[in-house]
């Protein structure tokens, strides 16, 4: 499907699957918060990290070969984060969820941006980076002495502290992919909204979707191709495609439930 930068098609099926949906199960990525201004995964290697690969910074081998760089890179991630506010395609998958009672909203994000949109059943599949935990104990701190160590230690242990972010070759948290992975085995649509589909296992889900029988709608600027409905690509920002979903299914804003 040709990407519209104006007004996007949206094909009338998939508008009356959606609104027919009993269980949808959405997986965002990075592109969801690109509107917000925050950089895409990828592309968080801009200027000062521009050397680094995410895969160099993201992992616990690189926090315990150069703490403080690692440390850094974070706060940086954390002052973009505080400084941006959820956009137009958060704000849509937080009006679906006020429809669909079963929505279950799984992202890689670490932002945090979809709980400041409103939405209420979000799956942190990778973690938050506005938390931060002990490196040692893997326990998430409040508060520690405002020292000048970078990074700061734990208050209870005398750790290096981290942010509670799931990194490379490290597990996810058990109960999140548990129900990621239910979500995506038990909807009749998965929508995967802005992620480029590489990092597992969360690339996995919206395959498990489908290889159950559910609809699946890929959303974003790069799109796998060969695909055929049950299974829908639409190329263009989730910002643009994600309130034009919802206007077809929904065009005269019915009441929810
Ligand atoms: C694990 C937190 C096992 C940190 C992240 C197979 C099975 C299991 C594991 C593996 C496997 N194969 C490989 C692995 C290992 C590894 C992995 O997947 N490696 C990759 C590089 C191949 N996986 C792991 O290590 C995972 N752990 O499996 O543990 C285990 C078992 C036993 C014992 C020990 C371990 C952990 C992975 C989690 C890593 N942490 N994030 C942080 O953020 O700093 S991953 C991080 O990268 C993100 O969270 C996200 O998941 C990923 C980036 O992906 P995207 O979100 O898609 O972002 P990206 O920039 O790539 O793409 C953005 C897309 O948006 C683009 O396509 C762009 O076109 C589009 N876009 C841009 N603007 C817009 C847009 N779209 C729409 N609208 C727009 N406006």
Redesign the pocket.
């Known amino acids: 499907m040709e990407s519209d930068t104006t007004r996007p098609t949206i094909p009338p099926n998939l508008a009356e699957t959606l609104r027919n949906a009993r269980r949808v199960a959405v997986l965002?990525?990075?592109?969801?918060s690109?509107?917000s201004g925050l950089p895409?995964?990828?592309?968080?290697q801009t200027g000062l990290w521009a050397q680094y690969r995410?895969?160099d910074?993201?992992t616990p081998e690189a926090f315990r070969r150069d703490p403080r760089l690692v440390w850094e890179?974070?706060a940086w991630?954390r002052e973009l984060v505080a400084r941006a506010v959820p956009n137009v395609?958060h704000q849509a998958l937080a009006a679906l969820e006020t429809r669909m009672p079963e929505m279950t909203l799984i992202t890689?994000?670490?932002d945090g941006l979809h709980q400041q949109s409103g939405s209420r059943r979000v799956i942190e599949?990778?973690?938050n980076?506005r938390r931060t935990k002990c490196f040692e104990e893997n326990a998430v701190v409040e508060s520690w002495l405002d020292t000048d160590d970078v990074p700061p230690c734990c208050p209870r242990c005398g750790g290096l502290l981290r942010?509670d972010?799931?990194?490379?070759?490290?597990?996810?948290p058990e109960q999140p992919l548990v129900e990621a992975l239910q979500a995506a085995r038990e909807c009749d649509l998965f929508l995967s909204?802005?992620?480029?589909?590489?990092?597992?296992?969360?690339?996995?889900l919206p395959y498990l979707a489908a290889d159950r029988g559910a609809t699946v709608v890929f959303?974003?600027?790069?799109v796998p191709t060969g695909y055929a409905p049950p299974i829908y690509t639409i190329n263009?920002?989730?910002?643009?495609?994600l309130p034009a979903l919802l206007q077809a299914a929904w065009p005269c804003g019915e009441p929810t439930g």
Do not use: C, D, K, M
């Open positions: 965002t990525g990075a592109g969801i690109a509107e895409t995964f990828r592309e968080a995410p895969e910074l993201a890179w974070y991630r395609g890689q994000n670490v599949l990778h973690g980076l942010p972010v799931v990194w490379f070759g490290e597990r996810l909204i802005g992620t480029s589909g590489v990092v597992e296992p969360a690339a996995s959303v974003n600027l790069e263009g920002s989730a910002g643009l495609i």
